[in-house]
């Protein structure tokens, strides 16, 4: 992912109908409201949260419920968003299996396009928690660096075998979910799932039961061997391996690893940046409810 231009940035703010006045009233505003939330960390970047508020569709109060959310996960999920240390082993071991890779130019649309792949077939080599931890660090970057309109996803499965897919349960496929779309508010236009097997058909299938109808229906599949990705994603943003022009994919995902590396100082800070339950106004969340398996997790309670 390059730098994002100024140009790019006026570019989105045009097609969005976003403007300076607009966006200094509503960044004003979610700041203003966050100062308010004894339950929520009154530290902020101002540029992250005009990004969140154009994933919001310009709206402070869907901002502001997001914002709850980004910081509540935290909290509620240790697993995926604890102990992030880029410098740890556990980073070197799955960013050389797993790669979530942001690929370097937005579409004549402004969308972000996203490679998701596994890179070693030998799955006692993968570890699930570090991989959507992986997934939610290379977000968190995005989130204060980028600037588009949508995301589209690119999940090769070539090397996803069924030995790969039991590691993935339901509750974890639920977690990616509340994560991805109520914590970060990712505004999915497509996800496209290329080299899937037959055999891929009943992980799909699950996967879509899991998810609303709106975004269900944003999933396609590709069949191994099947050039109709092409039709989908111009081939300038495609990496070699993919018939594109963007160089090869190993030498991108180690630049965007690097970006990571880069990153660390940022992900210690956010280590203790939560919300505190224990301060919340009115009821506590209900994170059996939230996920969708009422009494599979513990309450946001710190009594």
């Known amino acids: 992912m390059e730098t994002v231009s100024k140009e790019t940035i006026d570019q989105v703010r045009a097609k969005t109908g976003l403007d300076e006045k607009t966006i200094r009233r509503a960044v004003d505003a979610i700041k203003d409201w966050l100062l308010q939330q004894p339950h929520l960390p009154h530290q902020y970047d101002e540029g992250q949260l005009e990004r969140l508020f154009l994933r919001c569709k310009k709206s402070v109060e869907r901002a502001k419920n997001v914002l709850d959310m980004y910081y509540t996960l935290r909290t509620a999920l240790p697993e995926i968003f604890s102990n992030r240390d880029p410098a740890q082993e556990w980073f070197k071991k799955i960013t050389s299996v797993r790669i979530f890779l942001p690929l370097p130019q937005l579409t004549e649309e402004f969308e972000r396009v996203t490679i998701s792949a596994i890179t070693d077939r030998d799955p006692d080599k993968y570890s699930v928690y570090d991989a959507v931890k992986l997934l939610f660090m290379t977000l968190d970057v995005r989130m204060r660096e980028d600037y588009y309109t949508s995301d589209v996803i690119i999940m090769d499965v070539n090397n996803f075998t069924i030995a790969h897919a039991v590691k993935y349960t339901?509750?974890?496929?639920?977690?990616?979910?509340?994560?991805?779309?109520?914590g970060f508010n990712s505004r999915l236009k497509a996800i496209h799932v290329i080299n899937a097997g037959t055999y891929l058909d009943t992980t799909i299938n699950m996967v879509k039961s899991l998810l609303k109808p709106k975004i269900a229906a944003r999933i396609y599949a590709h069949r191994k061997g099947s050039e109709s990705l092409k039709q989908h994603v111009p081939l300038k943003i495609l990496?070699?391996?993919?018939?594109?022009?963007?160089?090869?994919?190993?030498?991108?995902?180690?630049?965007?690893?690097?970006?990571?590396?880069?990153?660390?100082?940022?992900?210690?800070?956010?280590?203790?940046?939560?919300?505190?339950e224990s301060k919340r106004p009115g009821e506590n969340i209900d994170t059996g409810e939230l996920f969708g398996f009422q009494g599979s997790f513990r309450r946001l309670s710190l009594d």
């Open 239 to 276: 990496p070699l391996e993919y018939g594109g022009e963007a160089g090869r994919m190993s030498d991108l995902w180690a630049t965007w690893v690097k970006k990571l590396e880069s990153n660390r100082e940022w992900f210690l800070e956010q280590e203790n940046l939560k919300s505190d």
């Open 170 to 182: 339901i509750p974890i496929w639920k977690k990616i979910e509340v994560c991805g779309l109520r």
